[in-house]
């Protein structure tokens, strides 16, 4: 089965999923139209390689979709949307 992501709001994070095992999360704070995320964590068990970019990829994507921005406190995701550029106009304004 292909891993899917989906938006947990009531856990505020994205989950990554192969069924009903949860593979990992990219946890977050919504303030207004700005996502602000500050830890990632995908299971080294998994078996499963990429897990953790399929994810970001996923959240930021579904980010985009809603209109919103990001703050990359966590260091995965930052490290993600540097890797990225076409990701990097998501990244909320400082000045907002």
């Not at 992501?5 to 192969?18: G, T």
């Not at 399929?54 to 209109?67: H, K």
């Amino acid at each position: 089965m292909e891993p899917t992501v989906r938006d947990a709001p009531e856990a505020d994070r994205y989950e990554i999923r192969d069924g009903e095992q949860v593979l990992g999360y990219a946890a977050y704070q919504r303030h207004g139209d700005i996502v602000v995320f500050t830890h990632t964590e995908v299971d080294p068990d998994a078996g499963q390689s990429g897990l953790g970019g399929t994810l970001v990829r996923a959240a930021l994507d579904d980010v985009r979709a809603r209109g919103g921005s990001v703050v990359a406190q966590c260091s995965f995701v930052h490290g993600w949307i540097d890797r990225h550029q076409e990701y990097a106009d998501l990244v909320a304004d400082p000045d907002r």
